[in-house]
């Protein structure tokens, strides 16, 4: 798991950078770096619209006495782009706005509950110390 986060956070700013270096040289530096700007607010300000609509509806399930689990996977994958928006690069900044369009995202949604059901699997098992009582199971 550790050398899987040391390759994520090496290789991903490297490749990130050499991106931003050959975009830089086609276009500009100028304009390369008014689009990661521009790519960051956007993102931000989308994020945070998002986020505020999240907030209403699960505040909504709550006050129909529905637990939100849904809206609150949503949330995660709200923050997460917005995150990866934040990050200065074309990679991060296509990872973060995939993440923030909803139909895009209900598939995240449905990758990250199976995650988290094959990670968080709950088990029950009984043991008993009362070999011939009939109350301990």
């Known amino acids: 798991m ?3 986060f040391l390759l994520i956070f090496t290789a991903v ?5 050499m991106i931003l270096i050959e975009v830089g040289k086609r276009i500009g530096v100028l304009p390369t770096l008014a689009m990661v700007v521009a790519t960051g607010v956007a993102g931000a300000a989308l994020a945070r619209w998002q986020g505020f609509s ?3 509806r699960i505040q909504k399930e709550l006050q129909e006495g529905r637990m939100p689990a849904e809206s609150l996977l949503d949330g995660v994958l709200i923050l997460v782009g917005a995150l990866l928006l934040l990050t200065p690069g074309f990679l991060t900044d296509a990872a973060g ?5 909803p139909p895009l995202r ?3 949604r449905q990758a990250l509950r199976n995650f988290l059901r094959k990670r968080f699997q709950i088990r029950q098992e009984y043991y008993s110390i009362y070999e011939d ?3 301990f199971p």
Do not use: M
Not at 13 to 17: A, G, L, N, S
Not at 97 to 101: D, V
């Open 2 to 4: 550790f050398l899987k």
């Open 13 to 17: 700013p490297f490749v990130e950078f």
């Open 54 to 56: 999240l907030i209403n």
């Open 97 to 101: 706005f995939s993440l923030l369009i």
């Open 106 to 108: 209900s598939g995240y």
């Open 133 to 135: 009582d009939p109350r």
